[in-house]
């Protein structure tokens, strides 16, 4: 299996690809740049939209709309290419820092992690269905990618600059994470993880800043796979279409391709033997304006 340019977009930091299903369409964002951007596979078409500030990562609410994780902790709703309405304003502890990669539960609740700053680590919040925001993990490096197991009872989560992706007991009910250990360590001078994503099989697909690469994981933490790319930092996956049998990967270093690799920022696509799992949409209540709900 060889990944191929999807769209040569040349993405400072390109991250969070996810398929909407409604839309039979791809999105995916340029972080720094405040750039949404959309690939439509049926007709070859990509569009971009510049929401101004910087997109950590968002997820698909029950209507479609998308739920943008933002800096300063702010949570907002994009549609029809345009921010329709706030849920969170800004978080305080987050005003100096900015979300990094997020996910929807089966419940409709979002787990979105933020990055450390000068002042503060970062740490996974989870951000509940009637709009309100728990801090459930601190001491964090880097947050990054999440994902669930196939059985729902366990989550996966990254820390990027600690080279670890975690697995935690994970209550359906309750929203509650606990029992945090060691999934996979990656060693030095191979890359960092960055996003991942949870195949039918219960296998891992982690993306590898500094790696030029996207490794594939056993339930029990083996490498069972790995994917190399014409780029040096590759930052997410998702799997998408009809079937869930498309793979998309983001890259960053599209402003300094000489160093990063070839084909740096660009986004590619990969058409896979193995099945992927639709991501679930938030529920998050987006009739309420928390302004500065953390303090």
């Avoid at 569009?47 to 997109?55: K, S």
């Amino acid at each position: 299996m060889k990944p191929e340019i999807l769209v040569d977009c040349k993405c400072r930091i390109g991250e969070a690809p996810l398929w909407h299903p409604d839309e039979h369409r791809i999105y995916w964002v340029d972080i720094p740049e405040g750039i949404l951007h959309r690939y439509s596979p049926n007709v070859d078409v990509h569009e971009t939209f510049r929401v101004a500030e910087a997109i950590g990562g968002f997820t698909i609410q029950e209507d479609g709309t998308l739920l943008l994780f933002m800096a300063k902790g702010a949570v907002k709703l994009w549609k029809n290419g345009a921010i329709c309405g706030t849920v969170i304003l800004e978080i305080q502890r987050e005003l100096d820092s900015r979300f990094n990669d997020v996910i929807a539960d089966p419940e409709g609740r979002v787990f979105c992690g933020t990055l450390s700053s000068k002042s503060h680590s970062g740490c996974l919040y989870r951000l509940d269905i009637d709009g309100s925001v728990q801090v459930v993990l601190e001491d964090i490096g880097m947050s990054n990618g999440l994902g669930f197991t196939p059985a729902l009872d366990k989550l996966y989560y990254t820390d990027t600059l600690k080279r670890t992706i975690y697995l935690l007991d994970y209550d359906r009910a309750s929203g509650h994470i606990n029992d945090k250990r060691v999934f996979v360590r990656v060693p030095d001078k191979e890359g960092k993880p960055d996003g991942l994503t949870v195949d039918q099989e219960g296998c891992v697909w982690s993306a590898q800043w500094d790696g030029a690469c996207v490794v594939r994981y056993s339930p029990q933490g083996k490498e069972i796979e790995r994917i190399s790319f014409p780029a040096n930092k590759i930052s997410s996956v998702t799997f998408g279409g009809i079937n869930y049998n498309d793979l998309y990967f983001t890259s960053a270093g599209g402003l300094d391709r000489a160093k990063e690799g070839k084909f740096a920022g660009a986004f590619f696509h990969m058409r896979t033997n193995v099945s992927g799992v639709p991501e679930f949409r938030s529920k998050i209540d987006a009739y309420k304006d928390i302004r500065k709900y953390l303090r």
